[in-house]
Structure formats: structure tokens, C-alpha cells
């Protein structure tokens, strides 16, 4: 039994609560978890936690915005609660996926648009950024999108506003060949006759009807406000939108929260871990699906690994090493339409994006998958796309079988439909999420428990112990 320990469960996962603090040999912590009629999150914690170590358990799945909220609360409730420290326990770590660059919601890359002829050659896109200035540099050609020449029709109107109110006023002005052309129209005494206004003296001294020139500068700013005269802003296409990413924010909240550790599994982008100014763990699940490779899966010496696309080889690449098994990659490659056609290759499994109109998305199998098993291995499976459409060419190429060995199945709208009518044999799931329902619903899906895992990790990182040990497969 573990002493001078506090468990705080969230709302997210109850039965991963549960195998936690069994493991442990703890009973669960009080807590209260409720929302207001108006739904704001409401959390009170019925036991004291003052000078104690407190782990607070939530997954990132289901609402996960509600989910976040709660969560951020429960460790500022604890920290106010004179906590010696929090640590927050995320088997799913919420919002991993947007620390990638901005995406389409087709899921293609932000990318500048073809090159075009017609561009100028001084206008610049979103890869050829100006060179910073220096003293004698010549002046840039700027953006051709108006803005210059919008810049210079406004300097002009107004040199040419002040000369105008310097001849309305009687100042005397010379053409280029030197005879004035304005005369000073005033009373003996020197004082402006009240006709000779500023509405009613020209440029040219004469003097005209008050109700002739306010004709003539309505017609004026008419013609000034008109929108043919001023163009507008035209981006040019090579520019990026710009689309959050939530990465560093969540990471913000969390420190900000009162959090003093992060303890999660797979991360999407390891690289997620340096938005933090805590220490961060990254579990691994691998051990865990080396383990089912070994003991479940006949003659796994002669399966192959296969990584579904390109991100995930090197976590694919890690399990194939280690068991001395064969490595093959799906690829996914772009090319135009018109040269798709005449490669014989190129006839499986495409689908057209939405990057350009010319441009098709293919799958290609890097590796040799004939007369044998196939193991796709990958971290997450949101809609389960992917590792349907891998399945369905690794098919096409010779494999008997087809598994699917993932750590987060999450398994969002239509995915277990799409299982179920895929070629997909077997798919594996750890329950860093919940799932009940979707072993209710899809008879092809098999749960591996990681509570076990966080379990030990806590109980380490509670007594000061090295975690790892949890990184191998003994």
C-alpha cells in the first residue's frame, strides 16, 4: 500500500479510475463532479490533500473540452488546497494532434499554390520573403496587390489638398513659366469679403456661385469615394492562412493550473513535450504490443510490420527491430493527374485531395507483404481512414491477414462501421480511452489494459524511482 498518496479520478474514464487504484492498493478519493444548470463545471474535493502527493486521472476522449475544463479546475482546487504536489495522469493526451502545421480539413498541408506565369517578378509568396534591408539597399518592389499605388494616390490628394486651401486663402502661386496664377481678393482695409470664402474662391481668383461650387464637390467626393478609384487588398495566393495551434496553450493552462508533472502514453509529436517548463513522461505502449506480437500471433517471425504512413515508421520500425521481424511502409505520394495515368503502378487505391484539381493522393507499398501476415501499427485511429484503406491495398498485394495494432482507438463517428466492412481481421486497442461501447459494436476489436502501466509509473514516481524500467519488455 502506497502512504502519503491522493487519487483523484475525473469523469473521463471511471473503469481506468478504478484499475489504478486497485493496483495500488489505495482506496479511491472523494470527489465531487457535477455541472450547473447553466454548465459550468463544478468540482469539490472531499478529503484533505494538504501536504500530500495528488494524481489526478483524465483522458482526453468523449467531450473533451468539458473534460479539460474539469480537469484544469481539480488541480487549481488542489493546489489551493495546500497540495505538496499535482501531478495530472492523461492516458489520451487532449489536443496532441495540433502541433502539427496548420491543416485543411481534408487533411492536406497549408502549402503555397503553384507558381504562375503571370506573376510578376517583383511580387513575393509566402517562401520568398525579402532579405532584411540595409543601408544603400535599393527600395523593394513591394507586393503588387495595390497597396503601393494606393499609398501614392493619397499622398497626392492630399499635396494637393494644401495647395488648393493655400489659393483659396489668396496666397499667390506661379505656373512653370513664372506669371501668377492667383490674384488676392480682399477689402481695402485687407479683410476678405464674405463672399470670397473659402467655399466660394477658386484657384484662380474669380469669383463663382456658393451653389455651383457645392455642386461641384458633391461631384468631387463623389468620384473620390468612388471604389473603382481606390483598389482594394488582394492577397496574393502564395500567402498561408493562418490556423491556431492549440499545443503551447494547453500546455500553458496546465502550468498555469498548478500542475507539477505530466504523466501521459504516445504522444502524437513527441515534440509536444517541449511546450512544457515541467518534466514530462512519455509511456510507451510498444512493451505492451511487443508482448501480444509474441504470445498471440503464430509465427510472428514471419509477419511484417507495417506502418501506415511515413510519421509513424520509426514507432513502427522500434517493435519490427525488436522482434526481429520484417519492416514494410505505405507511402503516400502526389502527383499530377496527367502523368498518374499512363503509371501502371499507380492504379491502387487512390483519392483525389483537395490540395489542387491536379493532383491525385496514391498509396504505395514499400516492402513485400505476399502469402504472409500484415501488422499495421500505429498511435491513434480517429475515423480509422487510414488503416481501412491501408488494409484494403495490403490485401490487394498478397497479405492472408490483415491486424491493426493501436494505442489510442478512439474511434470516432463512422469508425466501427467502416471496420466492420473493411478488410481488416483483427484490431488491437489499449483502453486509454473507454471502450465498452465499441466492443459491444464491433466484434473484431480486442482491448489490452494500460492501468497496470500508470499504476507503476505512479507508484515510481511517488517513492523517487526510475520509470525505465517500463520502457522494455521484460
Known amino acids: 500500500m502506497v502512504r502519503n498518496i491522493v487519487v483523484l479520478g475525473g469523469s473521463s474514464h471511471p473503469q481506468l479510475n478504478e484499475t489504478i487504484t486497485n493496483h495500488l492498493g489505495i482506496p479511491p478519493s472523494s470527489i465531487l463532479l457535477s455541472k450547473f444548470s447553466v454548465g459550468e463545471t463544478r468540482v469539490e474535493i472531499k478529503e484533505s490533500v494538504r501536504g500530500k502527493d495528488v494524481y489526478i486521472i483524465q483522458s482526453g476522449c468523449g467531450k473533451v473540452n468539458d473534460h479539460l475544463m474539469e480537469l484544469l479546475i481539480t488541480i487549481s482546487a488542489c493546489k489551493t488546497a495546500s497540495a505538496k504536489k499535482v501531478t495530472a495522469v492523461l492516458p489520451m493526451f487532449p489536443y496532441s494532434r495540433q502541433s502539427d502545421l496548420p491543416y485543411h480539413k481534408a487533411g492536406a498541408p497549408l502549402v503555397k499554390s503553384a507558381p504562375s506565369a503571370s506573376r510578376s517578378e517583383g511580387s513575393y509568396t509566402f517562401e520568398s520573403r525579402p532579405q532584411t534591408p540595409y543601408p544603400g539597399q535599393p527600395q523593394s518592389a513591394g507586393l503588387d496587390n495595390g497597396v503601393e499605388r494606393l499609398q501614392k494616390q493619397l499622398s497626392k490628394t492630399r499635396l494637393g489638398e494644401e495647395s488648393t486651401s493655400k489659393t483659396r486663402f489668396g496666397e499667390e502661386s506661379t505656373n512653370p513659366t513664372g506669371t501668377p496664377t492667383a490674384h488676392k481678393a480682399r477689402l481695402p482695409n485687407g479683410i476678405l469679403k464674405r463672399s470670397h470664402t473659402v467655399d466660394s474662391v477658386p484657384s484662380d481668383g474669380s469669383v463663382r456661385d456658393p451653389r455651383e461650387l457645392r455642386s461641384g464637390s458633391e461631384e468631387s467626393s463623389s468620384m473620390t469615394s468612388s471604389p473603382s478609384k481606390l483598389p482594394g487588398f488582394q492577397p496574393q495566393p502564395g500567402y498561408k492562412q493562418w490556423v491556431a495551434q492549440a499545443g503551447t496553450l494547453i500546455a500553458d493552462l496546465l502550468t498555469c493550473a498548478g500542475a507539477d508533472h505530466i504523466i501521459t502514453m504516445d504522444l502524437h509529436d513527441p515534440q509536444y513535450q517541449g511546450f512544457f517548463d515541467i518534466p514530462v513522461d512519455n509511456l510507451y505502449a510498444r512493451p505492451l504490443l511487443k508482448r501480444y506480437i509474441q504470445y498471440n500471433v503464430p509465427d510472428y517471425k514471419d509477419a511484417v510490420i507495417v506502418s501506415p504512413d511515413a510519421g509513424g515508421a520509426k514507432r513502427a520500425t522500434a517493435i519490427a527491430d525488436g522482434l526481429g521481424m520484417d519492416f514494410a511502409l505505405i507511402h503516400k505520394a502526389r502527383f499530377p493527374a496527367s502523368y498518374m495515368l499512363h503509371q501502371s503502378w ?123 524500467v517500463l520502457f522494455q519488455n521484460n
Not at 502501466?453 to 525505465?468: D, K, Q
Open 346 to 468: 499507380a492504379l491502387t487505391e487512390r483519392r483525389p485531395t483537395r490540395i489542387t484539381d491536379r493532383q491525385n493522393a496514391t498509396m504505395m507499398l514499400v516492402g513485400d507483404v505476399a502469402n504472409r501476415l500484415a501488422i499495421l501499427v500505429d498511435d491513434l485511429a480517429d475515423t480509422s481512414n487510414t488503416i481501412t484503406r491501408a488494409a484494403k491495398m495490403l490485401k490487394k498485394e498478397g497479405a492472408t491477414a490483415v491486424y491493426a495494432l493501436l494505442t489510442h482507438g478512439v474511434l470516432s463517428g463512422d469508425a466501427i462501421e467502416r471496420i466492420n466492412a473493411s478488410a481488416l481481421d483483427k484490431v488491437v486497442v489499449t483502453n486509454s480511452v473507454p471502450q465498452q461501447d465499441h466492443q459491444a459494436r464491433c466484434p473484431k476489436l480486442e482491448v489490452l489494459d494500460v492501468g497496470t502501466v500508470f499504476a507503476e509509473a505512479i507508484r515510481r514516481v511517488h517513492h523517487g524511482e526510475s520509470i525505465s
